[in-house]
């Protein structure tokens, strides 16, 4: 059996399930978010040897983990439950709910995709993440990570103010799906923006980096020992020229890409490294030619990019989780 931790609505885990139940695997999917709702729930014993009875009870049955061959960890948010009034409260529900999966899913003897919980978000390290690709060959842009005022200045100075900010952690400042969710995307260091920059600092570490030209963006998606180039046409329009997130991925022209083998080679070996099976890496190409690394991320998603490519990413997953195909493996 192979375990999907995802939501219920999931397109890529739906096509993924039907995949593999072709193939006649079994596949179920638990939700962390419905923990605390009702219909969710997670038991772990241990006898007085420290034998262990894990099971999960979603989607209507009870699910023995020890027939578990593979876990997908899709999509691994938890909020505390809405039936818990005092916000303090609900946080340490929340810290304990996630300690518990953690600890459940740490101890399994399977393979995952991209890797156990504790990798993948220590692979989420943006700054781990540039040194790696540094190492391993990549051009990365000039970074500053401060909180100190005269550094900022300093360094947009030295890059004669073409700077960008970005989050260290997500995209995304919040609780996701409690109405308190607020995006941030990667912007343009502005001399107003600056000026507040300088303030904050001292109580908010910023993350900038020299702004990279841009010809064209990569979003390559690696599976196991398979690259997926797709190429993001994003100075087409004003919207997406700094972040094309910004102007959503239907907006933006996007198509397969051929990647130069050294750079699919680096790719992978990045990957590995830290620790993962799975990654989505986003690139930029300058108008030289270069190719340049912003990051990766590791549960990064994929789905639109197959539905406007058709290049097969849940197939190559599928194969992973089954086990046919070269599983990555920790540097």
Not at 299 to 315: L, N, S, V
Request: aromatic share 6%; net charge positive.
């Amino acid at each position: 059996m192979i375990l999907f931790i995802t939501y219920p609505e999931d397109p890529a885990a739906r096509m993924a399930e039907r995949l593999l139940r072709a193939r006649g695997t079994d596949v179920a999917r638990f939700d962390a978010l419905r923990i605390g709702e009702g219909d969710a729930h997670m038991t772990v014993r241990l006898s007085s040897r420290g034998t262990p009875q894990r099971r999960l009870f979603a989607q209507g049955r009870t699910l023995d983990l020890a027939a578990l061959t593979a876990v997908w960890h899709r999509r691994h948010k938890l909020f505390g439950s809405s039936e818990i009034a005092d916000p303090q409260m609900r946080a340490f529900a929340r810290i304990e709910s996630e300690q518990c999966l953690l600890q459940t899913w740490s101890a399994l003897p399977v393979k995952f995709v991209p890797a156990p919980l504790a990798v993948i978000r220590a692979g989420q390290h943006k700054l781990l993440q540039l040194e790696r690709a540094g190492s391993l060959g990549f051009e990365i842009p000039p970074t500053l990570v401060t909180t100190d005022p005269t550094e900022l200045l300093a360094f947009y100075r030295e890059h004669g103010g073409r700077v960008i900010t970005k989050l260290l952690s997500s995209t995304s400042i919040g609780e996701s799906g409690l109405g308190r969710d607020y995006l941030r995307f990667t912007e343009r260091l502005s001399l107003r923006e600056l000026a507040r920059g300088m303030s904050a600092a001292r109580l908010c570490p910023v993350y900038a980096q020299a702004y990279v030209p841009k010809d064209r963006e990569l979003r390559i998606t690696v599976v196991g020992d398979t690259v997926f180039a797709a190429e993001i046409e994003s100075q087409r329009g004003a919207h997406g020229r700094v972040d094309w997130r910004k102007a959503g991925p239907v907006a933006v022209p996007y198509h397969p890409h051929s990647l130069d083998r050294a750079v699919a080679a680096r790719c992978i070996a990045l990957i590995r490294s830290l620790g993962l099976n799975y990654g989505a890496i986003d690139m930029v190409i300058r108008p030289d030619g270069a190719h340049v690394f912003l990051e990766v991320n590791p549960a990064g998603e994929y789905h639109w990019i197959e539905m406007r490519t058709g290049m097969p990413i849940t197939a190559a997953i599928c194969e992973l989780l089954l086990g046919t195909t070269t599983l990555a493996k920790s540097a």
